[in-house]
């Protein structure tokens, strides 16, 4: 069963409109920690935010925001008036404790692309 | 050069070559990690080292070989590779891979690998 799911394949927006990636997990420990990346076209995988399950506190970093909701196992990641550069793959990612080794487990990941 | 490099960028190889790919981490971390992304497959992870010692070996065949000489290096050597074998091969480097802490993993570049 897949672990974290990333319905959205692909977003397309005009440039300056707010998105929203959605992200949607599954785990049975009680301590856990989520992730988002962001993959340009380079190739690299940059990391966004790390977020532990007992810190449900949103979080806001410039044109970012996240919105971690334990009652419905998400993590949604919005980017509020979006620019051409924010065109990338994004990954949402699970690390349980009580797998071997603290695994990152990946979604599928949802490309955007913002238009000019 | 800073963060995780990874060398070549692009590779094209024959089924019958012997190529290695390059990992370098200039983070100051122990633990280091290579992942296969292929197309319209989640990033899987292929093999983690902590302190030089392999602790994962995600049921990986054996023509990819892995080589951590210490914590700064990576190595992933390629023989008779097959063409379903062609990816995006990710280094990625964390301060250590316990099972009691989990840290951020920081990517490199990746290695764009074609099989004919």
């Known amino acids: 069963a897949q672990k974290v799911t990333q319905a959205q394949t692909e977003i397309s927006v005009v440039e300056k409109e707010d998105v929203t990636l959605d992200c949607v997990y599954e785990?049975?420990?009680?301590?856990?920690?989520l992730f988002w990346y962001k993959q340009p076209p380079s190739g690299e995988l940059v990391f966004l935010i790390r977020?532990?399950?007992?810190?449900?506190q949103n979080e806001i970093s410039g044109r970012y925001s996240w919105n971690f909701q334990k009652s419905t196992s998400s993590f949604n990641f919005t980017i509020t008036a979006s620019q051409v550069v924010d065109s990338a793959v994004y990954f949402c990612?699970?690390?349980?404790?009580?797998?071997?080794?603290?695994?990152?487990?990946f979604g599928g990941g949802t490309r955007l692309m913002v238009k000019p | 050069e800073t963060g995780v490099t990874q060398t070549p960028r692009h590779l094209v190889m024959g089924m019958t070559n012997k190529k290695s790919l390059k990992c370098e981490q200039h983070?100051?971390?122990?633990?280091m990690y290579w992942y296969k992304q292929s197309a319209k497959k989640p990033l899987e992870l292929m093999f983690v080292?902590?302190?030089?010692?392999?602790?994962e070996n995600n049921s990986v065949p054996s023509r990819f070989s892995p080589e951590c000489p210490n914590s700064s290096h990576l190595f992933l050597h390629l023989h008779t590779l097959q063409p379903e074998d062609s990816a995006l091969y990710l280094c990625?480097?964390?301060?250590?891979?316990?099972?009691?802490?989990?840290?951020?993993?920081?990517f490199g570049p990746g290695t764009r690998l074609l099989v004919l």
């Open positions: 990612a699970l690390s349980e404790p009580s797998n071997a080794g603290n695994m990152l487990t």
């Open positions: 977020r532990n399950s007992f810190d449900e």
């Open positions: 785990t049975r420990d009680t301590t856990y920690y």
């Open positions: 983070l100051g971390h122990n633990a």
């Open positions: 990625a480097s964390s301060q250590d891979h316990s099972g009691t802490t989990w840290e951020t993993q920081y």
């Open positions: 080292y902590n302190f030089k010692e392999q602790t």
